[in-house]
């Protein structure tokens, strides 16, 4: 009686062990579930504000230089326009680029 008193306690603490292994893999598990992220929707982000970096200071520069400066002042290309439209770009890279930090964050 002794002997399947002690397989029993042996079984039980066995079996307990093993409930702990499988409910903490569980948990990992579901876990990771939980924080996994759609993968694509952050890609999409990421390419979408990159896009932004890279053409709105572009598209800011040609034209506040073509449209602002030489069509509506009827001034010729100079160092002084350029300069003011490499500013212009300047400004709307910074934009972008919080825009960019406050979606990351």
Do not use: W
Not at 8 to 23: A, C, S
Not at 54 to 63: D, E, N, R
Request: charged fraction near 15%; proline fraction near 1%.
């Amino acid at each position: 009686l002794i002997h399947f008193y002690k397989r029993f306690v042996d079984f039980q603490r066995d079996y307990q062990n093993i409930l702990n292994v499988i409910m903490e893999h569980e948990m990992r598990d579901l876990r990771s579930q939980m924080l996994k992220t759609d993968e694509m929707g952050i890609f999409r982000t990421v390419l979408f504000y990159c896009s932004l970096i890279l053409v709105l200071p572009l598209t800011a520069f040609f034209t506040t230089k073509s449209f602002v400066f030489e069509y509506m002042l009827g001034q010729q290309a100079t160092i002084g326009t350029n300069i003011v439209s490499a500013v212009v770009a300047v400004i709307t890279l910074h934009l972008a680029l919080g825009l960019f930090i406050y979606r990351a964050f």
